[in-house]
C-alpha cells in the first residue's frame, strides 16, 4: 500500500529526540511521501530543510492565521521557488482561537492566494469556524487548486468544494465518535480527497491522546474504507493518486 502523507508538522520540537528513526519508520511502513507544512517562519525554514535532507519529503510555505501579524512576504515568495516547495498554506482563517484579529486573518490570507496564483501553486487552507469568509474570499480568486485541510464543514460547504474542483482532506478527527464528517465521509467523491494526520496534532483512534506520526495514516484509511464500504487498498490508492496529481505534477 503506497500512502501521500499531505499534512504534517514534523520539525515541531516533540519529534527531536526520535526524528530520524519515526520517519524511517513511516518510510518502511508504505509512507511514500509527506507534506511538511508550514505556518511561521521558523516551521518554514524547518520545513524545507527536512525536504532537502529526504527525499520523500516536500514543503509548504505559508503563515497560518494566527500567525497573520508576522506575515512575511518576502519568506513565502522565496520559498515559493524552492524546488521541493508544493503548495502555498497553510493559510487561511480561525475565528476559533482568534489569535490575530480577523482583519489582518483576511489580508494575509488573501495576498498569500495572490503568491500561490502568481507561482502556480496549489493552496492548503485552514479554515476553523470561517466557512463563510473563507469560501468568500477563495471565490473572489478562484484559484485552481484548494485542498481544505481537515475538512470541518458540512455536506453543502462539501458540494461547493468539488463544483469549483477543490477538494477536501481527512483527518484522524473521523475516527472519534463525536465526528461530524460522517456523512461528508461517505458521500464524498473518490478524487476529491486526501489523506493526512496533521501530526503531531489529531492521533486516531486507538492511539487517540497520544503523539500523532504519519504511519497512523492506516487507522483513517480504514475508517474511510469501513464508510465508504470500499477496501482500503483501494482507499488508499485513490487519495494517493488525487494527492500525487495535486501536489506533484505542474
Ligand atoms: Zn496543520
Not at 480577523?102 to 503568491?115: G, S
Not at 469560501?135 to 462539501?158: N, Q, R, S, T
Not at 503531531?200 to 483513517?220: C, D, H, Q, S, W
Amino acid at each position: 500500500m503506497k500512502i501521500y502523507e499531505t499534512h504534517a508538522h514534523l520539525d515541531f520540537p516533540k519529534y527531536d529526540k526520535d526524528r530520524e528513526n519515526m520517519l524511517n519508520k513511516c518510510f518502511q511502513s508504505g509512507i511514500e511521501y509527506i507534506n511538511n507544512i508550514g505556518v511561521d517562519r521558523k516551521s518554514i525554514v524547518a520545513s524545507f530543510q527536512l525536504a532537502d535532507k529526504y527525499p520523500q519529503i516536500y514543503a509548504t510555505a505559508g503563515f497560518h492565521p494566527h500567525d497573520a501579524e508576522k506575515y512575511e512576504a518576502e519568506l513565502v515568495e522565496q520559498y515559493a521557488t524552492h524546488p521541493k516547495c508544493v503548495a502555498i498554506g497553510e493559510i487561511g482563517l480561525d475565528y476559533y482561537r482568534n489569535l490575530s484579529p480577523r482583519k489582518i486573518q483576511k489580508e494575509v490570507f488573501a495576498q498569500q492566494i495572490e503568491i500561490a496564483i502568481k507561482h502556480n501553486l496549489p493552496i492548503v487552507v485552514h479554515d476553523r469556524e470561517a466557512h463563510a469568509d473563507t469560501l468568500e474570499i477563495l471565490e473572489k480568486y478562484l484559484p485552481p487548486k484548494v485542498v481544505f485541510h481537515c475538512f470541518a464543514g458540512d455536506e453543502i460547504m462539501a458540494q461547493k468544494i468539488y463544483a469549483h474542483g477543490w477538494k477536501i482532506s481527512f483527518t484522524g478527527t473521523i475516527t472519534y465518535k463525536n465526528s461530524t464528517q460522517i456523512n461528508v465521509v461517505r458521500n464524498c467523491p473518490l478524487d476529491a480527497f486526501f489523506i493526512e494526520t496533521d501530526s503531531p496534532y489529531l492521533t486516531p483512534v486507538p492511539f487517540r491522546g497520544k503523539r500523532n506520526n504519519p504511519a497512523n495514516l492506516r487507522y483513517i484509511i480504514e475508517k474511510i474504507a469501513d464508510l465508504k464500504k470500499i477496501s482500503p487498498k483501494e482507499i488508499a490508492a485513490c487519495a494517493f493518486r488525487n494527492s500525487q496529481k495535486f501536489f506533484l505534477e505542474k
